[in-house]
T-cell receptor
Framework: GENVEQHPSTLSVQEGDSAVIKCTYS??????FPWYKQELGKRPQLIID?????GEKKDQRIAVTLNKTAKHFSLHITETQPEDSAVYFC?????????????FGKGTKLSVKP | SAVISQKPSRDICQRGTSLTIQCQVD?????MFWYRQQPGQSLTLIAT?????????ESGFVIDKFPISRPNLTFSTLTVSNMSPEDSSIYLC???????????FGQGTRLTVV
């Protein structure tokens, strides 16, 4: 089955700096890669996603890149703000596969210091 | 999008008892899943709730311990049976409305077994 590795487990940056979180996946059949943000005590919420037919996607300060050959994808947050502080999870899915479920990485706790 | 109502939001239960968690969605959805999230950890898939048939369980999770129902396209229940303190965790319902689309989460049920 799919296995998703995520690094780093914790990340501390100064406000205004950039943050990068990296994930690798094992199943070459995976074709959908979302990123979720989870604030303390809240449910995970989607912040950006990318499909395997696209190499990069950007939404304001957030971007995701995908390298299918290397089986890794990354989340980039620019001009970080204190409200970006949260736990971020990457995930992978093979939609069209028998399960269609998300397999999550272990998470990255991002702290943005004012 | 999908709005999920999950209840109870929290409960404290005696060991050896069972708790049933309900997940109600405001629209018909294709896939429903149950996840477990232990404190400070990632989301681990328990099972896929299949409408009108037995749920599909992930490795390490069995039907006798986590029986699941899904009588229609908008409702599912997860029961945590014969609870022990190790079952203390947050349980989350998740749905998707199509293949390779955003997964939405319920607010979670925080279970403490004493």
């Amino acid at each position: 089955g799919e296995n998703v590795e995520q690094h780093p487990s914790t990340l501390s940056v100064q406000e205004g700096d950039s943050a990068v979180i990296k994930c690798t996946y094992s199943d070459s059949a995976s074709n959908y890669f979302p990123w979720y943000k989870q604030e303390l005590g809240k449910r995970p919420q989607l912040i950006i996603d990318i499909r395997s037919n696209v190499g990069e996607k950007k939404d304001q300060r957030i971007a995701v890149t995908l390298n299918k050959t290397a089986k890794h994808f990354s989340l980039h947050i620019t001009e970080t703000q204190p409200e970006d502080s949260a736990v971020y999870f990457c995930a992978a899915m093979n939609y069209g596969g028998s399960q269609g479920n998300l397999i999550f990485g272990k998470g990255t706790k991002l702290s943005v210091k004012p | 999008s999908a709005v999920i109502s999950q209840k109870p939001s929290r409960d404290i239960c005696q060991r050896g008892t069972s708790l049933t968690i309900q997940c109600q969605v405001d629209s018909q959805v294709t896939m429903m899943f149950w996840y477990r999230q232990q404190p400070g950890q990632s989301l681990t898939l328990i099972a896929t709730a299949n409408q009108g048939s037995e749920a599909t369980y992930e490795s390490g999770f069995v039907i006798d311990k986590f029986p699941i129902s899904r009588p229609n396209l908008t409702f599912s229940t997860l029961t945590v049976s014969n609870m022990s303190p190790e079952d203390s965790s947050i349980y989350l319902c998740s749905v998707t409305t199509g293949e390779g689309t955003e997964a939405f989460f319920g607010q979670g049920t925080r279970l403490t077994v004493v």
